[in-house]
């Protein structure tokens, strides 16, 4: 997952789908008995996913991707679009069924991305580049200042 943005933790995604759904949903050999490496590679490739996503929807906004992330600084908003977003990848292993809970959170972390790649809406927590078409160009020159003519017992007047 080196060149994709991880926008939520292994725990993250863990305490959304809780261990009896990791049973169910993640249990590759059908042993009943998940193993560690079971669960840690189908929450990695759930995540991975997630990241790209997200970052898809984010081309437009950032300059940069992926936007760097750590387990104690993570974009909050993101963060949670991921988590609804592997869950559910989770669940569709294998075809599975995905619960109705999850479908629908999903259903709606889609939703906002497509508003993000649309410019219907900003992603919230990011540091932005200044928009081109956004600024206000000041023409900075030299006014033009107009004095009225001084009349008075210096100004000769003809008279033609």
Same mark, same amino acid.
């Given at each position: 997952m080196a060149n994709v943005t991880t926008y939520c933790s292994r725990q993250n995604v863990i305490d959304r789908i809780t261990d009896a759904g990791?049973?169910?949903?993640?249990?590759?050999?059908?042993? %009943?008995? /998940?193993? %560690?490496? %079971?669960?840690?590679?189908? &929450?990695?490739? $759930? &995540? $991975?996913f997630a990241g790209v996503r997200i970052d898809e929807s984010l081309w437009k906004w950032v300059d940069v991707l992926p936007i760097v992330q750590s387990d104690t600084a993570r974009n909050e908003p993101l963060k949670h679009l991921a988590i609804d977003i592997a869950s559910e990848?989770?669940?569709?292993?294998?075809?599975?069924?995905?619960?109705?809970?999850?479908?629908?959170? $999903?259903? %709606?972390?889609?939703?906002? /991305?497509?508003r993000y790649m649309a410019n219907e809406s900003r992603p919230t927590g990011i540091a932005y580049p200044i928009d081109a078409e956004d600024r206000e160009v000041a023409r900075l020159g030299t006014p033009v200042v107009v004095n009225p003519r001084r009349r008075g017992p210096s100004v000769v007047r003809r008279r033609y």
């Amino acid at each position: 997952m080196a060149n994709v943005t991880t926008y939520c933790s292994r725990q993250n995604v863990i305490d959304r789908i809780t261990d009896a759904g990791f049973e169910y949903a993640a249990d590759d050999n059908q042993s %009943e008995d /998940l193993t %560690e490496a %079971e669960k840690v590679a189908s &929450i990695d490739e $759930a &995540i $991975a996913f997630a990241g790209v996503r997200i970052d898809e929807s984010l081309w437009k906004w950032v300059d940069v991707l992926p936007i760097v992330q750590s387990d104690t600084a993570r974009n909050e908003p993101l963060k949670h679009l991921a988590i609804d977003i592997a869950s559910e990848r989770i669940f569709q292993r294998g075809g599975g069924v995905v619960p109705e809970s999850i479908a629908q959170a $999903a259903s %709606e972390a889609k939703a906002t /991305l497509m508003r993000y790649m649309a410019n219907e809406s900003r992603p919230t927590g990011i540091a932005y580049p200044i928009d081109a078409e956004d600024r206000e160009v000041a023409r900075l020159g030299t006014p033009v200042v107009v004095n009225p003519r001084r009349r008075g017992p210096s100004v000769v007047r003809r008279r033609y």
